[in-house]
């Protein structure tokens, strides 16, 4: 008698940490029905709180969406047309979306090929580019990719020395830190993502700006709600709908008692691939003095490497796996005419081609994950 077949491997096992803390949702979601305050309840004042105690920051707003989050933030550095923003094609669309929402120049700048976060020097290629095509440079936008960090010092550095403004993209990175600082307090505002694969995932969009200027704070609250100044009905700029839901932040809450005992086992669990792929893949590279929270594990197929012959072969063994980005921002047809630091980004257009994500979430077995391991290696 044939054995039978096994059960596909979650790529992110979000039911597994639900049974961890089911009944404390409940009993939050319960709570938010009770009082019905569904828009601001004190659920959301409560969860900044706690947002910012944890990173370290001064201010955290939470907000409807990590897009959101970065576009309020531009929004209140009066970004408009003729301006420049500079950030890495290897990212989610976001990242440049809300650049172009007001208008500006999105120019493009390459990254590293170990990080894959933004190469300073094709920073600084970018930034006379732009200069040379009449754009006049006023922001940067790092992401911190997968969950590490990106180099904030030296493109602080740079910044500083051009006279621009640092927002970090930090949709994937919440909870990692770099040189013993978390994320949230390494630029000017950080924006993060509370989607829910991501590591502090909600079970709906949500976000949160976090920033040290209390004048950006009050700005990025006004903003979050139509521009409000004594009142909702006293309209002192343009804004938006912006806020997050009270049951969203009421569920963050509960995760967010877990979600340090989640990093820590996102890195057990990520030091295990790379001890058992280090020898048959390029394994992914957390500079010294930086902590990842691994958003994704993605690792850098051979040259010759067949990716989608790979896929598929593990997917016929119920492992999954996931290309985050085969077409890179830069090569996209919404942005096309947007600018590209020297002509071309030939490290972005690298990894597009040779990245490949693996299953990784903190409730990963052992036994679950030496069966990715060997339905990769297998398929190699």
Not at 139 to 164: C, M
Not at 254 to 261: G, P
């Amino acid at each position: 008698m044939s054995s039978a077949p096994l059960q596909p491997v979650p790529f992110v096992d979000l039911g597994a940490q639900k049974l961890r803390i089911r009944d404390r949702v409940d009993a939050a979601i319960s709570a938010v029905l009770d009082h019905g305050q569904f828009i601001m309840g004190p659920e959301v004042a409560e969860l900044e709180s706690q947002l910012a105690a944890h990173c370290g920051a001064s201010h955290a707003i939470a907000c409807s969406s990590g897009t959101d989050a970065l576009a309020m933030v531009l929004m209140a550095k009066n970004v408009r047309p003729g301006q420049a923003i500079f950030c890495p094609a290897f990212t989610f669309v976001a990242t440049a979306e809300v650049v172009a929402w007001l208008g500006a120049h999105v120019w493009f700048v390459d990254v590293d090929a170990d990080t894959f976060n933004m190469d300073p020097a094709s920073l600084e290629t970018a930034i006379a580019d732009a200069r040379d095509a009449g754009h006049e440079p006023v922001g940067v936008i790092p992401v911190d990719l997968f969950g590490v960090p990106a180099d904030y010092d030296a493109v602080s550095k740079i910044a500083s020395r051009e006279g621009l403004w640092v927002l970090g993209d930090g949709a994937q990175s919440y909870g990692a830190r770099y040189h013993n600082r978390r994320v949230g307090t390494l630029a000017m505002a950080t924006a993060t993502s509370f989607f829910p694969a991501k590591p502090l995932g909600a079970y709906g969009d949500g976000g949160a700006i976090f920033t040290d200027d209390a004048e950006l704070a009050e700005v990025l609250r006004s903003i979050l709600f139509h521009g409000k100044g004594a009142n909702q009905y006293d309209n002192v700029r343009v804004g938006m709908t912006g806020r997050i839901d009270t049951m969203q932040a009421a569920i963050l809450i509960e995760k967010l008692r877990i979600f340090d005992d989640e990093i820590e086992a996102r890195n057990r669990i990520a030091a295990r691939y790379t001890s058992l792929l280090k020898n048959h893949v390029a394994t992914p590279v957390v500079p010294e003095g930086l902590q990842s929270v691994w958003a994704q594990y993605t690792i850098k197929l051979p040259e010759a490497a067949d990716r989608d012959a790979i896929q598929t072969r593990m997917k016929n063994e119920g492992v999954p796996s996931a290309v985050y980005y085969a077409k890179p921002l830069h090569r996209q047809d919404a942005y096309s005419h947007h600018g590209i630091a020297g002509g071309e980004l030939p490290v972005t257009d690298m990894l597009a081609g040779s990245v490949l994500s693996l299953p990784m979430h903190p409730y990963l077995d052992d036994e679950t994950q030496d069966r990715v391991v060997n339905a990769l290696i297998v398929a190699l």
